[in-house]
């Protein structure tokens, strides 16, 4: 059967003092895959859009700020994530710069300033756990990881650089 991920980005929005990080706490929609989870921005790529314009798109519409200068710190492939066990591909990227103000929430739930190191307090993906410190290490490299999942929980993780 060919390989057919649904594309995606996935951005994480650092503070003017780089010690704080914006997350969407996904709590508006109850019928949400990511109820009570708390994620990075981003979504689906569309037809004739490249990754960084996907990224840039998508912080505009989840977040109303306008993307400076954009990091691209890895790709993950997430076999069998979707709700209906979807294979997923992300591009992850850190934003380092924005313009505008972030609105208190969006249509998925509240937009919240989180300082890096309580990431880790945060109901998150099971996954982000192994991931997330790979976006703000600092490394130049980006990583390229595979994370399959199965019935929401994730079965494995690995990277190259």
């Known amino acids: 059967m060919p390989y057919r991920p649904i594309l995606a980005t996935l951005g994480y929005v650092l503070s003017e ?3 704080r990080v ?21 979504g689906k790529l569309e037809p004739g859009e490249d990754a ?3 990224m840039r798109r998508e912080i505009r519409e989840e977040a109303s700020i306008e993307c400076g200068r954009m990091n ?12 209906n066990g979807e294979d997923w591909f992300g591009f992850l990227f850190l934003i380092e710069s924005f313009g505008g ?17 309580r990431l880790d307090s945060l109901n ?18 980006p990583f390229h990881g595979v994370m399959p999942y199965r019935d929401g929980r994730m079965l494995d993780w690995t990277y190259s650089r």
């Open 72 to 83: 691209l710190r890895g790709t993950i492939n997430w076999p069998g994530f979707g709700k």
């Open 52 to 54: 960084m314009a996907g």
């Open 101 to 117: 103000q972030v609105p208190a929430s969006n249509a998925e739930g509240s937009l919240e300033w989180v300082e890096l190191n």
């Open 124 to 141: 998150l993906w099971e996954g982000d756990r192994h991931f997330l410190p790979l976006v703000f290490d600092g490394d130049p490299r």
């Open 17 to 19: 003092d780089r010690r």
């Open 22 to 42: 914006l997350m969407v706490h996904r709590n508006a929609r109850p019928d949400d895959h990511h109820l009570d989870k708390y994620n990075g921005l981003g």
